[in-house]
């Protein structure tokens, strides 16, 4: 799907107080972000927001950071929070690489990490961009505790075997996972959907989830 520029969208991502500009100046104290240090999640390709804003607003006892690359799309985040009439104060956004990821945050300052509905990114040759390949599961294990975890849900079956088969091979722990969340009643207990999850659900497409624990 091609994405649609928004000319006047850097501009305002730039100048949002809920996006937070040149995030590296943050490693190493991200806890002094909030007016109390919590656990912190953050959501990789965090598109419209709607599940981090979800998850804002069901556990003020975490604190959530969303990421995503694309000014345009982060803008349509951003005008969804502002539209709301309570005030998420434990949530911020990035417009940044995930490839930055290990420049962004130090060890341990990230205890779960959310992936939802991530470019599938189908040849070959861009495996290693798919956001559950073992080059950002590195990344991931270097900013998350010993019992860190990464969640994953797609509609994509490719993806969702490649990610299987990837978190095997790096000695990643396997918690749990399911080619059929909706009707998972244990996996789907709590399920926050996404913009995409909806459309795909809609659409008769089965949702695909597992749950990962950092090796060691």
Known sequence: MRLRNIPEAKDIVADSPYVIQ??????GRWDSLWSAPRPIHLEIGMGKGRFLMEMSLQHP???YLGMELYDSVLLRALQKRQSMDEP???LYFLCTDARTLT???????????????SDPWPKVRHAKRRLTSHQFLDRYQQILPPDGTVEFKTDNLDLFEFSLQE????????IAYTYDLHSDSTMNQGNIMTEYEEKFSALGNPIYKLIAQTPG
């Open 167 to 174: 978190i095997r091979e790096s000695g990643w722990n396997l």
């Open 88 to 90: 998420l104060e434990n």
């Open 22 to 27: 040149e995030p590296v100046l943050w490693r």
């Open 61 to 63: 006892e975490i604190n």
């Open 103 to 117: 420049d962004i945050f130090g060890k341990n300052e990230i205890q779960k990490i959310y992936l939802n509905f």
